[in-house]
């Protein structure tokens, strides 16, 4: 059970246009899990108890934190698009973000018995959008391209 990120084609004339964030690491779409990580990346005097933690963590806060994730704020795709000023055809969804920087922009996919549940991070020059929502019942999402502040995804 995991997001697997969908490659974004980017389209129109040339690439990015927005500048760089100048962010690396961690950006909007890491994990708690990610960020204690990184906190406890450079503590070599607790080799021993770091690894006992990670055994803990990955046995029981695991789970529990993926199942947080799937909960927490899904939205209908119809919300989602109305939201954003979107639109749906039988294959395509579209979502109107001209304020965010294409250079930072993450879809992710979560497959469920239902249909796809989408992650979108859409980093803006002061904040950003990160919403979640699912696709059409049954429907998967297969593709997804940027084109003019405009994100276009694909579904079969």
Do not use: C, Y
């Not at 796809?116 to 859409?122: G, K, P, Q, T, W």
Request: glycine share 10%.
């Amino acid at each position: 059970m995991e997001w697997s990120r969908v490659k974004i084609e980017m389209l129109g004339a040339g690439a990015p246009e927005s500048p760089s964030l100048g962010v690396t690491m961690p950006g909007l779409d890491a994990t708690a899990e990610e960020m204690h990580g990184l906190f406890l990346e450079n503590l070599p005097h607790l080799d021993d108890v770091r690894a006992g933690h990670d055994r803990i963590f990955s046995d029981v806060a695991a789970p529990v934190e993926m199942s947080k994730s799937l909960a927490r704020e899904i939205q209908p795709l119809e919300e989602l698009l109305r939201e954003f000023g979107g639109s749906r055809s039988d294959h395509r969804i579209v979502v109107p973000l001209p304020s965010a920087l294409s250079d930072g922009l993450i879809v992710e996919k979560f497959a469920s018995d239902e249909g796809d549940i989408v992650r979108l991070i859409a980093p803006e020059r002061f904040g950003g959008v990160l919403r979640k929502f699912e696709m059409p019942e049954g429907r998967r999402l297969t593709g997804a391209s940027w084109e003019e502040g405009v994100l276009s995804l694909t579904m079969d």
